[in-house]
């Protein structure tokens, strides 16, 4: 979850700062609210996007993951007042802000519908008339004016020009986008830039709307001075008097600058870029085997490891099968060493743990789903220059919760146990085993997980 998070703040700041940087001045008003939509909606969904590299990888380094080994954790009272659940708090602090700002936006909501006033039908356009001295708005199909700007029953037509502008192009759509997702992403600054930039953009259009009709440059730009004294905060509306007024001026002179087009063009490599560091990723066919051990804890069939057995091993994978029997004998000699120092340790007795008749836990879609997440995941590029035969387990527990917690992994190769580290994490951050139980309590469980990779000398 943390990656995808960091994907989207990455993706969707560098987007709002290329706006800025490059197109923001530009007359391409049209252009630029399709940019602040489409890339809004780019950053947000390109980590679920998966992508599957054209490159074939060859001579990758062989990768035997082992057998699973679970053992029952029986569970330590904890006292609740110094047990602390930062996971727990920070999801209820998450919870408390996107509940403030959703209140927000429903009393945003609320604050429009209760507005009264006499309904019209003004040249096929939908206006509501109100007694408060507010200066012209829009939201959804409905302009909003004051009964003063209603003059023998008719509006400036500057003025009606601008709000409709507004409605007919939708633009309340954009607002109430960027609202939704603050909602459930407020933590994302870039939200904030980008409705900035959207209403600011919104009211180029409208101007620009404006002004095709062949009215005074001199004459539109006074009369929207002399609007900026009447005020009113309605977040989710589109109003005449928007305060970007310098902007708004500066932007009806201007032309666009003669790199206008190769700015665009420049949008594409850089949406490239993104696409390939940020996409969920997709390993590309192989001409290496992973080669996978049977696992005795799994009853049901699966299609996704194919065992490996003496007769049909090549040379190289005789080899690492040969270097797994050694990790377990020697997990299976220190385990028979640790029994026999317990059982003659008289100072301190150790009472016999009970035997588990509960439910062992389960990762979504089995054991064998995990070591595959386990080889699409592993980097083997990162070890140049290793040579022979490199081993490490890597030690976990399956908490109350589902949750993997207190991940390590020894060998004796530092850079392949942090690797090992790594990508066990990365599948802890996006995936929840379902926990052990037993007598229908979910309890906790050790797991240990051997990885064997053979460099080819």
Not at 31 to 51: C, E, V, W
Not at 308 to 316: H, L, R, S
Request: net charge positive.
């Amino acid at each position: 979850m943390e990656t995808l998070i960091f994907k989207i703040l990455i993706s969707s700041g560098l987007l709002i700062v290329f706006y800025h940087l490059f197109l923001e001045k530009e007359r391409t008003f049209k252009f630029n609210r399709i940019f602040l939509l489409s890339t809004l909606i780019f950053a947000y969904i390109i980590p679920f996007i998966p992508f599957n590299s054209p490159f074939k990888t060859i001579g990758k380094p062989n990768l035997l993951i082992g057998d699973a080994v679970l053992e029952f954790q029986p569970s330590t009272v904890n006292d609740p007042a110094t047990e602390v659940n930062w996971i727990q708090f920070l999801l209820i602090g998450y919870l408390v802000i996107s509940l403030f700002f959703l209140m927000k936006f429903i009393y945003s909501i609320f604050r429009l519908l209760l507005l009264k006033g006499e309904k019209r039908n003004y040249k096929n356009q939908k206006i509501l008339i109100i007694n408060q001295n507010y200066a012209p708005f829009s939201f959804l199909e409905t302009i909003y004016l004051s009964r003063k700007y209603l003059v023998d029953q008719q509006i400036d037509e500057r003025i009606f020009l601008h709000e409709k502008c507004h409605v007919i192009e939708k633009h309340s759509i954009d607002i109430l986008f960027v609202e939704f997702l603050k909602i459930c992403s407020w933590f994302n600054p870039a939200l904030f830039f980008y409705k900035k930039a959207m209403m600011t953009n919104h009211e180029f259009l409208a101007d620009q709307y404006v002004l095709q009709n062949n009215y005074d440059l001199q004459n539109y730009q006074h009369l929207i001075l002399k609007e900026i004294t009447v005020s009113q905060n309605y977040n989710l509306t589109q109003q005449f008097n928007f305060n970007n007024t310098k902007k708004r001026f500066i932007m009806m002179t201007s032309k666009n600058s003669k790199f206008v087009g190769l700015k665009r063009i420049i949008l594409l490599p850089m949406l490239a870029v993104l696409f390939v560091l940020f996409a969920k990723k997709v390993d590309a066919k192989t001409d290496t085997q992973f080669l996978v051990q049977p696992d005795p804890l799994q009853t049901e069939k699966h299609d996704v490891a194919i065992p490996i057995t003496e007769e049909n091993a090549t040379v190289t994978e005789k080899k690492l099968i040969q270097a797994f029997d050694e990790v377990r004998k020697e997990y299976e000699m220190k385990k028979d060493t640790i029994k026999k120092t317990q059982s003659q340790d008289a100072a301190a007795p150790v009472s016999a743990p009970s035997k588990f008749k509960g439910i062992l836990p389960q990762f979504p879609d089995g054991i064998n789903a995990f070591r595959t997440l386990i080889q699409s995941n592993f980097d083997t590029f990162i070890f140049k220059g290793e040579i022979g035969i490199q081993k490490t387990t890597i030690y976990t527990n399956i908490d109350e919760n589902g949750k993997m917690t207190d991940i390590v992994a020894e060998g004796s190769n530092e850079l392949f146990n942090r690797e090992a580290e790594r990508v066990v994490k990365l599948i802890s951050a996006e995936h929840i085993w379902t926990p052990a139980t037993e007598d229908g309590k979910a309890v906790k469980y050790r797991f240990k997980l051997p990885l064997t990779m053979q460099f080819a000398k």
